[in-house]
């Protein structure tokens, strides 16, 4: 069925360092991959997303990679800074699923001084 | 812009109790998307609305669940004889017609008793 899965759960890396979110998805005709952050007692963020026709795109610190051929797609966060601590999730649309986000099942960041 | 707006914000009732639970979209907006949030998961969807009607409504979880979105702008989740199994963080979205990019509000947090 559809499926995203997202690793790790749980990241703790020091201030000024990269980190790097992943996830797999089960369906190779998916063509939507969002980026959400969500802090505590708030909705989901868009903070970036890809779409199948592309491998990379980046928006300052924050990166998307897609390898449509191993069927994941990655977030790195370069520079990391206290603000960037919250809760990611992954998200894919699945071909015939209309248009609803199915999502991963989150990583909480912690950038630590 | 105004975001997506959901109210009330925090919604205790008691078991057997029927909630209604509203959601106003970005202006302009056609679709409209519905997910609920367990805590430590990933929002899950329930129904989606393009226009006035309900495009897709394969997950909602049973009959006690129910929505609406008459004139194809603010939305009400309507929820019959609430089981406390229902208590979760409930989400609200909306994207334009064309476009994926989903957008969401901050959620509306309902406690049964």
């Known amino acids: 069925g559809e499926n995203v899965e997202q690793h790790p759960s749980t990241l703790s890396v020091q201030e000024g360092d990269s980190a790097v979110i992943k996830c797999t998805y089960s369906?190779?005709?998916?063509?939507?991959f969002p980026w959400y952050k969500q802090e505590l007692g708030k909705g989901p963020q868009l903070i970036i997303d890809i779409r199948s026709n592309v491998g990379e795109k980046k928006d300052q610190r924050i990166a998307v990679t897609l390898n449509k051929t191993a069927k994941h797609f990655s977030l790195h966060i370069t520079e990391t800074q206290p603000e960037d601590s919250a809760v990611y999730f992954c998200a894919a649309i699945f071909t015939g699923g209309g248009n609803k986000l199915t999502f991963g099942t989150g990583t909480q960041l912690k950038v630590e001084l | 812009g105004a975001g997506v707006s959901q109210t009330p914000s925090n919604k205790v009732t008691e078991k057997g109790k029927y909630v209604e639970l509203r959601c106003d979209p970005i202006s302009g907006h056609t679709a409209l998307y519905w997910y609920r949030q367990s805590l430590g998961q990933g929002p899950e969807f329930l129904i989606y609305f393009q226009g006035t009607g309900a495009a897709d409504d394969s997950g909602l979880p049973n009959d006690r669940f129910f929505a609406v979105r008459p004139e194809g702008s603010v939305s009400t989740l309507k929820i019959q004889r609430t089981e406390r199994g229902d208590s979760a963080v409930y989400l609200c979205a909306s994207s334009l017609m064309q476009d994926n990019e989903q957008f969401f509000g901050p959620g509306t947090r309902l406690t049964v008793l």
């Open positions: 369906d190779s005709a998916s063509n939507y």
